[in-house]
């Protein structure tokens, strides 16, 4: 794992058997999903941007849910290019917006 200043990466090397080649597998993506909140969340900054593909998103945002990764993927949609907006207040997170593509018309 790396941070920088005002910037975070998160990285999962390495794959299960049990993964589709090439890619990771839920366990992985779960794991890498709730490292990726812990940074933020240790950031100290007022904002972070995260940026990254569906599954992702959709597994991060699950964890925050309480749903398991199989089915955060199945029940949470975010379209390509869609934002969304989380925040975090006195210890909860408030979602004020998901999925919204209103930007593009």
């Not at 955060?72 to 997170?93: D, H, P, T, V």
Request: aromatic share 8%; charged share 25%.
């Amino acid at each position: 794992m790396q941070k920088k200043r005002g910037n975070c990466r998160v990285s999962c090397g390495g794959s299960r058997k049990y993964s589709s080649a090439p890619g990771e597998n839920l366990i992985d993506l779960a794991t890498r999903a709730n490292e990726a909140l812990k940074l933020i969340e240790s950031g100290g900054g007022d904002r972070c941007v995260l940026v990254s593909h569906g599954w992702f998103l959709k597994v991060f945002l699950g964890n925050q849910l309480g749903l398991r990764p199989s089915l955060a993927i199945k029940q949470l949609k975010f379209s390509n290019a869609a934002m969304s907006e989380i925040s975090l207040q006195e210890g909860r997170y408030l979602i004020e917006y998901l999925n919204n593509r209103d930007y593009l018309k």
